[in-house]
């Protein structure tokens, strides 16, 4: 079983920055493909970003595209997601994610473990 504990949530002004580690129990280059997921009130979790099992390949929502950054620290079991000129609208619960795949996929389904989440607001 793997535990994903994501933290660095908070409050930030438009335009701001947040990064959001995501810690594995185990060895992440034991694990598949990871995605960061995100969750507004009265809406559907939808896929923000993810990156390989290799870290070679990243894929990001077109609504985060060029503020967004996902990397993975494997001697540090870590994963990151880089969030810049934060918007009103980023304001959401984050999800961390793992799958035993190698690749990126959207699909919410797909992935196997997920770690509790944690608030981002933005502020306008």
């Known amino acids: 079983q793997v535990q994903l504990v994501e933290s660095g949530g908070g409050l930030v002004q438009a335009g701001g920055s947040l990064r959001l580690p995501c810690a594995a129990s185990i060895r992440t280059d034991n694990i598949g493909a990871m995605g960061w997921f995100r969750q507004a009130p009265g809406k559907e979790r939808e896929f923000v970003g993810g990156i390989s099992r290799s870290g070679s390949s990243m894929s990001y929502a077109d609504s985060v595209k060029g503020r967004f950054t996902i990397s993975r620290d494997n001697a540090k079991n870590t994963v990151y997601l880089q969030m810049n000129s934060l918007k009103s609208e980023d304001t959401a619960i984050y999800y961390c994610?793992?799958?035993?795949?190698?690749?990126?996929?959207?699909?919410?389904?797909?992935?196997?473990?997920w770690g509790q989440g944690t608030q981002v607001t933005v502020s306008s």
């Open positions: 994610a793992a799958r035993l795949g190698n690749t990126i996929t959207t699909t919410s389904g797909s992935y196997n473990y």
